[in-house]
């Protein structure tokens, strides 16, 4: 009888970098439980992609991640539906400037929601279930969650407390579980266009001198899912090299 197909739950999974780390994790032989908010179109296209690779393959979850309850509840249906846990990758994020003197207590809790609080609570909830798997947590953090970016304070400190949370939850959780992040520099451009003047200042403190690929962070992540078996508490910084010049 073969072994059971692995299972990630990866969140904000309908496209860009979730929907390369979904691709890329399904090719690998996991089942997925996929989680997506609005893109409902996006996620039943890709949904349909996998499936038709592997029949039976795809669960897709939506959910608020803003919503409490709906955290506990995204891990039970996955573990409904496959039976294990083995992976828990927190991609979601939300993404907007706080200038100083005009944020408000809205766009704190829109990102803290995603970027912070959601992770926290789905590894919680995740925890048991991966401990009897002996899996892994990959959170989706940034490089400005260790070099502030202007104009987003409050961004920063939400992944910086992702980054935390990284270390400590690898603390909590070992040896069963091991937790990692990835930290993305450029890959894809913000939906908020930063014009080409921003964009050619950005590649030109990469010492790699281009942006990355969303291939290129799925490839990290399953990485440290899979391959990276002596690793926990670390952050892997694919970004070309854009912190060495600060």
């Not at 990630?8 to 439980?33: C, K, N, P, Q, W």
């Not at 083995?86 to 829109?110: C, H, K, M, R, Y």
């Not at 003047?197 to 440290?224: F, H, M, N, S």
Request: hydrophobic letters at 50%; charged letters at 15%.
């Amino acid at each position: 009888m073969p072994a059971p197909s692995p299972v990630a739950l990866v969140t904000g999974s309908a496209r860009r970098i979730g929907a390369a780390i979904a691709r890329r994790l399904h090719g690998e032989g996991y089942d997925l439980a996929l989680h997506y908010r609005d893109s409902a179109a996006e996620m039943q296209a890709l949904a349909a992609e996998l499936e038709s690779a592997r029949p039976g393959s795809v669960l897709t979850l939506q959910a608020d991640l803003a919503e409490f309850d709906r955290l506990p509840e995204l891990v039970a249906n996955a573990v409904g539906r496959f039976g294990r846990l083995d992976a828990l990758v927190n991609n979601a994020s939300s993404f907007q400037p706080t200038a100083i003197g005009s944020a408000t207590p809205q766009q704190w809790n829109e990102l803290f929601a995603s970027n912070a609080h959601a992770p926290f609570f789905l590894a919680q909830a995740a925890a048991p279930h991966l401990k009897a798997a002996r899996g892994a947590i990959v959170n989706l953090v940034d490089v400005y969650a260790e070099q502030p970016l202007a104009g987003h304070t409050v961004y920063c400190m939400a992944k910086a407390a992702l980054l935390m949370a990284t270390r400590s939850l690898a603390l909590e959780l070992a040896p069963e579980v091991r937790v990692n992040a990835v930290a993305p520099g450029a890959i894809l451009w913000p939906q908020q266009d930063h014009g080409d003047d921003a964009k050619a200042a950005l590649l030109g403190r990469t010492p790699l001198a281009r942006t990355g690929t969303p291939g290129e962070i799925a490839a990290a992540v399953y990485w440290l899912l899979r391959e990276a078996t002596y690793t926990t508490g670390q952050v892997i910084r694919v970004d070309g090299g854009r912190l060495l010049s600060g």
